[in-house]
């Protein structure tokens, strides 16, 4: 389990404890103020704990939902634009409009890691929104992966997801032509 300096100090009672329980092996320091029962925690649990208020999406998403090999190069997180620069180079910040933020949040469980991640029909709008800043084989591999998927979605959702986000018409005619 890991655990925040914060929840250490109210489990252990003081830093001296801390410390001890490091010295001891009952206690891994993972980072800075991030603390683990365990020897090994995967680094997405890290990502996840690090950075509670980041929603999991694009090339990361797409990878944990099973809709592309490729596994990313960093974690893509979504912020609100209110939110302050992530200066962790695993991560690449995306700053989203702050109506639009928690629209789609969902969590589910990967790896036996729970995330907060953006929903299959949030993440399609997004790949439409940002296909021209991905590579175009990926692109296609995800557009093929939502066409084998579409029935299982809620095309409704989708919908209403692109007339609340930006680029709306483009969305809506792409997902006309490329997916349906």
Excluded: W
């Excluded at 929603?55 to 944990?64: H, Q």
């Excluded at 997004?126 to 590579?135: P, T």
């Amino acid at each position: 389990m890991l655990l925040s300096y914060k929840e250490c100090l109210e489990r252990y009672g003081t830093d001296y404890k801390i410390k001890k329980s490091v010295q001891n092996g009952e206690l891994f320091v993972k980072e800075k103020g991030l603390y683990s029962d365990k020897r090994y925690v995967p680094e997405l649990e890290i990502i996840s704990k690090k950075y509670p208020n980041a929603i999991i999406t694009l090339n990361s998403a797409f990878y944990y939902y099973g809709l592309t090999d490729t596994i990313p190069d960093f974690y893509y997180v979504a912020t609100p634009k209110s939110s302050r620069k992530i200066s962790d180079t695993r991560v690449k910040q995306i700053y989203e409009n702050s109506e639009a933020f928690e629209m789609g949040k969902t969590t589910i469980e990967y790896d036996g890691v729970d995330i907060v991640i953006y929903n299959k029909e949030r993440l399609l709008v997004e790949l439409i929104r940002n296909k021209r800043k991905m590579a175009f084989d990926l692109y296609k591999e995800l557009i093929t992966s939502y066409r084998k998927i579409v029935h299982e979605m809620d095309i409704t959702v989708v919908t209403e997801y692109a007339y609340e986000l930006p680029k709306t018409n483009m969305v809506m005619e792409t997902l006309r032509l490329e997916v349906l």
